[in-house]
């Protein structure tokens, strides 16, 4: 069966430990991408590296700010992740386009399906894209947590069976990887919780840890998308976890086999975007939580923060406090709260808009 992957690869892995681009492991990843592609699967490749590599070109004149550092380095490794990716792809035959994308284009569904269309056109016309975040533009408080983040987000978009996070370890273990005794956890079935497991270090370069990796799998496994955590210095580990999973050491997060649809999975993944809260009574708490499909309706509930637009997403509360989900609004703020307890009405968010966690 022909698959849509996403493979996600660390900064800690394309990259040697001054930052430069580890050709090496560049091309091996490469050289399994162009034989998966040629066997009629899909490919998207979202690649950190761009910050690493810049660190190790250029040495700034006076001393610079976090932002000012992220800038500058991003803007120059970049080109030269991309050129290197370029003439590896080239070798295959293959034609590669970049995509440098940010928060901001993930918060309205106009944007997204603009960016998503971008990217099948790509597909389409068997190009591999390339995506990374725009580091020169991003402004701190709205940046993706990390690369994870961004790759778990197209994997949703994009409708991806399968997402391969590569990193420099060969998934989840039950303690610190090189504690004495620790093993690697294989499977991860849609019920267990390993956060008593992940260990807080985070890894030289990048931005990310084990602790967004797993919270992003836990996300896309619920909403039907496969997740693979295994170590992209392992020679052949994309072919052979497509081809022969039972011989690389990894973690696969088991998906759930209804798939979440494409605009609930937005919903799910638009939840840092929220412009309201929602609170609602006992009764509608339990019928959300049910098991039928039902909308949120005026009657349902007793409280309302926050100022949001028609169409923007809204977190819903129980009335102890703890989060049930987030949706779409079908109405303004004030119309809500014009509504609030009210019998009949339309609903405020209607259940294709919603997504209970
Ligand atoms: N976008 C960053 C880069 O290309 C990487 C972010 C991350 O570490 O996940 O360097």
Redesign the pocket.
């Known amino acids: 069966m022909n698959r849509r992957i996403v493979v996600k690869v660390?900064?800690n892995v394309l990259t040697r430990s001054d930052g430069s681009p580890d050709v090496t492991i560049m091309s091996g990843i490469v050289d399994q991408i162009a034989e998966l592609h040629k066997k009629g699967h899909k490919v998207i490749l979202v690649?950190?590296?761009?910050?690493?590599?810049?660190r190790s070109m250029v040495t700034p004149a006076r001393k610079l700010d976090s932002v000012g550092q992220r800038q500058l380095?991003?803007a120059v490794?970049?080109i030269r992740?991309m050129t290197t990716y370029l003439s590896l792809f080239g070798g295959h035959g293959l034609q590669v386009g970049q995509v440098l994308t940010q928060k901001e284009n993930f918060g309205s569904r106009l944007a997204y399906l603009n960016q998503r269309s971008c990217m099948e056109v790509m597909l389409d016309n068997d190009v591999i894209p390339i995506v990374?975040?725009n580091?020169t533009a991003s402004m701190t408080e709205l940046m993706?947590t990390?690369?994870?983040e961004?790759s778990g987000l197209i994997a949703a978009m994009m409708d991806a069976d399968t997402l391969v996070i590569l990193s420099n370890v060969d998934g989840i273990f039950t303690g610190a990887p090189d504690a004495p005794g620790s093993t690697l956890i294989s499977k991860v079935k849609l019920e267990d919780d390993l956060t008593d497991n992940i260990s807080a270090t985070k890894s030289g370069?990048?931005?990310?840890g084990m602790g967004t990796k797993y919270g992003i799998a836990k996300m896309l496994s619920e909403e039907g998308v496969r997740v693979i955590i295994a170590n992209g210095r392992r020679n052949g580990v994309l072919t052979d976890l497509v081809e022969r999973p039972d011989q690389v050491p990894h973690t696969e997060f088991e998906p759930r086999e209804v798939p979440v649809s494409n605009i609930k999975r937005w919903i799910a993944h638009s939840v840092s975007f929220a412009k309201g809260r929602v609170t609602v009574n006992e009764d509608a708490a339990r019928m959300l939580r049910g098991d039928k499909a039902v909308s949120l309706l005026p009657i349902g509930i007793t409280s309302v923060d926050g100022e949001w637009e028609e169409g923007d997403i809204v977190n819903i509360y129980a009335p102890d406090g703890s989060k049930m989900g987030v949706g779409r609004a079908s109405c303004n703020s004030a119309a809500t709260i014009a509504m609030i307890g009210q019998r009949g009405g339309r609903p405020v968010v209607h259940y294709d808009y919603l997504f209970m966690e």
């Open positions: 660390g900064s690649s950190s590296g761009a910050v690493a590599c810049g380095f991003s490794g970049q992740l990374n975040e580091d993706f990390d690369n994870d961004l370069f990048g931005r990310g």
